[in-house]
């Protein structure tokens, strides 16, 4: 079949965030079943990484796209296109976010890219690009192209958890405006596919009773021919690791909690432990909090993005994601589990993948209690062996690309 992948990143090598590796992933994979298409929001100085995302084997339509990096003419024009879309939000009650990622003129460009693929099924990735899923459902001739949705997370998920979490009026009350914004456009989107996917049980059940219809579930994976389990304990000093982009502000959110209440208790139990924080964006939380001198005097090491992540999962004993808020299935989890690393997090983190802890991770609270699972998990050489061979296996069973894009391959012929 001729499948036409339409996602708002480009997702070459350095893609840097966990939905970013995601769609990478599945683009190498399906290219191995079909005949793929990438149509990718380019955006400046990203012109140059196109041909990395031609190298997974799929054709690319870049389709420019402004952000804050524009410059000159380009920049002067991003103003009265964020101020039209904060416009269309007004009037059609969907989150300014999902309105500035739409224009008529890219609207126009990803039409005329489905008639001359002229693929057999579209994926829409993201649910801020679910305005395109709508256009090309008006605009479509027959029973084709079949269009499927990916959401990767319901949008009101976090923002409902943001408000909840908030400690002003304010903040809550407009965390809940978003929340609602998000539920009218997922349950809209819907109606604009012919199946729409969520990556989570607990996410399907949550759309399911806002209204959502013709709905899958189907994860996102992890490629598990690249990623080994090559992990044992380390000697020496007990390390402990988290990865995530800091652009993403459940990392940052996350990040606080562990700096401000978590560590200060594990180094208090293990004077010598290194806490090592690995992801893109972390030097302006570095920053806010006294630079890297500071931060090495309270055991952490911060090293900004990494191109291989093999060996800092091999030096750490355990990997830590203390989440409280986002939504869908979170990679760096995944590609932990898929390392062999024991791997403790919170009922959050563990959405979608072992909501229950079982054999494959530990769960633990998102308060100070989380520094007692750290602990116990980094000096129980029986449970963290048990751990990291029952994610293992968990990845292999339920998460590998294979069995995912098999799954995909049925919805887009409508057998599933």
């Known amino acids: 079949m001729k499948i036409l992948v339409l996602t708002p990143y480009l997702p070459h090598r350095r893609v840097g965030h966990g939905g970013g590796v995601a769609v990478r992933d599945l683009l190498s994979w399906l290219a191995r079943r079909h005949e793929v298409t990438a149509a990718c929001l380019v955006r400046p100085g990203e012109a140059g990484l196109v041909g990395e995302v031609a190298e997974l084997g799929v054709a690319v339509e870049p389709l420019p796209f402004a952000d804050r990096r524009a410059s000159?003419?380009?920049?002067a024009s991003l103003y009265w296109r964020r101020t039209g879309a904060a416009a269309r939000a007004a009037r059609?009650?969907?989150?300014?976010?999902?309105?500035?990622?739409?224009?008529?003129?890219?609207?126009?460009?990803?039409?005329?890219?489905?008639?001359?693929?002229?693929?057999?099924?579209?994926?829409?990735?993201?649910?801020?690009?679910?305005?395109?899923?709508?256009?090309?459902?008006?605009?479509?001739?027959?029973?084709?192209?079949?269009?499927?949705?990916?959401?990767?997370?319901?949008?009101?998920?976090?923002r409902e958890?943001?408000?909840?979490?908030?400690?002003?009026?304010?903040?809550?009350?407009?965390?809940?405006?978003?929340?609602?914004?998000?539920?009218?456009?997922?349950?809209?989107?819907?109606?604009?596919?012919?199946?729409?996917?969520?990556?989570?049980?607990?996410?399907r059940a949550l759309l399911e009773a806002m209204g959502g219809v013709r709905l899958a579930t189907v994860p996102l994976g992890i490629d598990l021919e690249a990623i080994r389990p090559d992990w044992s304990p380390p000697a020496g000093?007990?390390?402990?690791?988290?990865?995530?982009?800091?652009?993403?502000?459940?990392?940052?959110?996350?990040?606080?909690?562990?700096?401000?209440?978590?560590?200060?208790?594990?180094?208090?139990?293990?004077?010598?432990?290194?806490?090592?924080?690995v992801g893109r964006g972390w030097e302006t939380m570095l920053a806010e909090r006294g630079g890297s001198a500071a931060a090495d005097a309270?055991?952490?090491?911060?090293?900004?993005?990494?191109?291989?992540?093999?060996?800092?999962?091999?030096r750490c004993h355990v990997f830590a994601a203390p989440l409280t808020e986002g939504g869908g299935i979170k990679i760096k989890v995944l590609e932990a589990l898929a390392r062999g690393v024991p791997v403790v997090t919170t009922h959050v983190g563990a959405e979608g993948i072992a909501p229950e802890g079982g054999n494959a991770l530990l769960l633990a609270p998102a308060d100070?209690?989380?520094?007692?699972?750290?602990?116990?998990?980094a000096t129980d050489a029986g449970l963290a062996g048990r751990l990291a061979r029952g994610g293992r296996e968990l990845m292999e069973e339920r998460f590998g690309w294979e069995a995912i894009t098999g799954r995909l391959s049925r919805i887009y012929a409508g057998q599933d």
């Open 72 to 75: 000159g003419r380009e920049r």
């Open 92 to 158: 059609s009650g969907f989150p300014v976010y999902v309105e500035k990622y739409w224009s008529a003129d890219l609207s126009r460009r990803v039409a005329d890219v489905v008639a001359r693929v002229r693929p057999d099924a579209v994926q829409v990735e993201y649910l801020q690009m679910s305005l395109y899923c709508r256009d090309l459902r008006l605009g479509r001739q027959g029973a084709l192209p079949r269009l499927v949705l990916n959401t990767h997370e319901l949008g009101s998920v976090p």
């Open 161 to 203: 958890r943001r408000a909840g979490l908030a400690r002003g009026p304010v903040a809550r009350s407009w965390a809940g405006v978003e929340a609602a914004r998000w539920r009218r456009l997922q349950v809209a989107a819907c109606g604009w596919a012919d199946r729409t996917l969520c990556v989570t049980p607990e996410d």
């Open 237 to 277: 000093p007990r390390r402990y690791l988290f990865v995530g982009s800091f652009a993403h502000a459940p990392n940052r959110s996350g990040m606080r909690l562990l700096l401000d209440e978590v560590w200060p208790r594990v180094r208090g139990a293990q004077p010598d432990a290194r806490l090592e924080i």
């Open 298 to 314: 309270q055991g952490v090491t911060a090293t900004g993005y990494v191109d291989d992540l093999a060996p800092v999962f091999r």
């Open 368 to 377: 100070a209690g989380f520094a007692e699972a750290m602990l116990r998990l």
